[in-house]
């Protein structure tokens, strides 16, 4: 999969471009609804022969207008790409989302953006696609003006899993709750936080239980709590080359046993597993939640808990 930093940049290689369905959006998590575009775009790049493209943006749109609202991203930007590659885009176009392109008028956006700038052949949305200043353009803005440029316009309806339709919101939310197998059934595979393995308090260690200290990548963080799930050790060098999964406990929290606590930190105890892991990168995929955060009375207590949680975490995952 290539990568170009906007649309610029793809005029400026100057190279020459195999007939493309684009998809446009943001793209936050890549859930099941995303995925559903970049087959649709998958099934008109394959009747001309064509590439899939992805246009999406950086950073988010919510950045730029309302940045103390801005909800928390479900991925980061490196992520993001690598999930795209995954569902299917030959393409991925990182168009820098700024002041000047969100004020471009709708009907320029599909003139000049799509048609132009992209040289789109057709162009799949979700069914709330909006764009252009103000967001003035819909779906049927998109249909006309992509009509009078020869563009085919794909419409894809809404993608619902047990009733409910697939969105970054809804993803978002069963997060931050910590309802972690519905943020699943949306996004097609377990919710993950990743990011590399630094140094902690050495606690754990020190009771008999070392666990790797994960600073996040991203930004949307469950619910603190206890979970069970895996752990991936990620190559060093761009992500790339993995190793096996392991089954883990993981605590999500501000370790309220001990005093002089207070900052939130993700841990990861790998079971079954002996090995130094300070400065890789682990990809925490976050199966199924425990129990809530809790204070014991003595470090005694607390351990048998740990290690309860670790037997529910083997039972829970041999499901």
Same mark, same amino acid.
Do not use: W
């Given at each position: ?81 690598? +999930? ?54 819909? /779906? ?19 993608? /619902? ?58 930004? +949307? ?99």
């Amino acid at each position: 999969m290539r990568v170009v930093p906007g649309r610029a940049a793809l005029a400026a290689a100057g190279q020459a471009r195999r007939p493309a369905a684009f998809v446009i959006g943001n793209f936050d998590g890549v859930h099941l609804g995303h995925q559903a575009l970049l087959r649709a775009a998958r099934e008109r790049a394959a009747a001309t022969g064509g590439e899939v493209g992805v246009l999406t943006f950086d950073p988010h749109p919510a950045r730029l207008f309302a940045p103390a609202l801005a909800p928390p991203l479900i991925t980061s930007l490196r992520r993001r790409l690598e +999930l795209l590659g995954e569902a299917g885009a030959d393409l991925v176009i990182v168009e820098p989302f700024t002041r000047e392109f969100a004020s471009i008028e709708a009907s320029a956006f599909v003139r000049e953006v799509v048609a132009r700038d992209l040289g789109a052949c057709d162009v799949v949305v979700g069914y709330d696609f909006s764009f252009g200043r103000g967001r003035k353009g819909d /779906t049927r803005v998109l249909a006309t003006e992509g009509a009078a440029l020869g563009i085919g316009v794909t419409v894809v309806p809404p993608v /619902t899993v047990s009733g409910l339709t697939c969105s970054s919101t809804k993803v978002r939310e069963f997060a931050l709750e910590g309802r972690v197998e519905g943020a699943a059934m949306l996004l097609g595979r377990p919710l993950e936080v990743t990011g590399e393995v630094v140094r902690g308090a050495g606690r754990g260690r020190g009771i008999g239980v070392p666990t790797a200290n994960v600073q996040p990548e991203g930004e +949307l963080i469950p619910k603190p709590g206890i979970y069970a799930g895996r752990a991936v050790v990620l190559g060093e060098e761009n992500g790339g080359g993995t190793s096996a999964a392991h089954v883990c406990a993981l605590s999500i929290g501000t370790n309220p046993t001990f005093k002089g606590s207070g900052a939130l930190t993700i841990e990861a105890h790998l079971l079954d597993f002996d090995a130094d892991l300070y400065g890789r990168r682990l990809r925490l995929e976050i199966v199924y939640r425990l129990r809530d955060e809790q204070r014991f009375e003595s470090t005694e207590a607390l351990v048998e808990q740990i290690h309860a949680d670790f037997a529910e975490t083997r039972r829970m995952m041999a499901r």
